[in-house]
């Protein structure tokens, strides 16, 4: 069964670096999302990418954030300095139609120090 | 918000017995999704149920949704230690982005 995959596993970055965590959708999918957890608390929506442009993101995504998809199937998602507070579980969905059910990678955990 | 909240927070039982998740959210709901994760690790999707409909199953699992009190359970039966996991509603609006409650921490004792 075909799964979104991610990339690294884990990252360990020093506060005001810049890191770019790799998402691969589902092959056959058109809308791509990222999502965060912080640690102990819920899963937070922070973008939503549909046709090459945001359609839709949250408070959480501000100017440090941004999303790409530089190829047919890499998502990624840039923090351009990361501070403390970015340290999460970083989750990518994606799914053919806004309308159907998201289907989520294993994460990425990140720890800013 | 629409967020949807789950109850209880935490729920321990043992291996055989049935575990009941609750989800209560706020507005006007098009679909509501459960999602289990285990610890640290992703969300995997169990069942999306849609407001027209008022339950669904799979597997052992079993979904029931009232729109009148804004409401969802998630059931498991027969439970097993690899149930423990965390368990989190999903509710989308008109956008169909996913707004997670804090979820149900659930331990299975073997």
């Known amino acids: 069964e075909p799964e979104v995959t991610q990339t690294p596993s884990h990252q360990v970055t020093q506060m005001g670096q810049e890191v770019i965590l790799r998402c691969v959708p589902i092959s056959n999918h058109l809308y791509f999302y990222w999502y965060r957890q912080i640690l102990g608390q819920k899963v937070e929506f922070l973008v939503s990418?549909?046709?090459?442009?945001?359609?839709?993101k949250s408070e959480i995504f501000d100017d440090q954030f941004s999303v790409e998809r530089p190829d047919g199937s890499n998502f990624t998602l840039k923090i351009r300095s990361t501070k403390l507070e970015d340290s999460a579980m970083y989750f990518c969905?994606?799914?053919?139609?806004?309308?159907?059910?998201?289907?989520f990678g294993p994460g990425t955990r990140l720890l800013v120090l | 918000s629409q967020q949807g909240e789950e109850d209880p927070q935490a729920l321990s039982i043992q291996e055989g017995e049935n575990a009941t998740m609750n989800c209560s959210y706020k507005t006007s709901i098009n679909n509501l999704q459960w999602y289990r994760q285990n610890s640290g690790r992703g969300l995997v999707h169990l069942i999306l149920?849609?407001?027209?409909?008022r339950e669904k199953h799979s597997g052992r699992l079993r979904v029931t949704l009232d729109t009148s009190k804004k409401s969802s359970s998630l059931l498991i039966t027969a439970s097993r230690a690899a149930d423990t996991a965390s368990y989190f509603c999903a509710t989308e609006g008109g956008s169909y982005i996913p707004t997670f409650g804090r979820g149900t921490s659930l331990i299975v004792h073997p």
């Open positions: 969905a994606s799914t053919r139609s806004e309308r159907e059910t998201q289907y």
């Open positions: 149920i849609r407001s027209n409909e």
């Open positions: 990418f549909y046709n090459n442009e945001i359609s839709e």
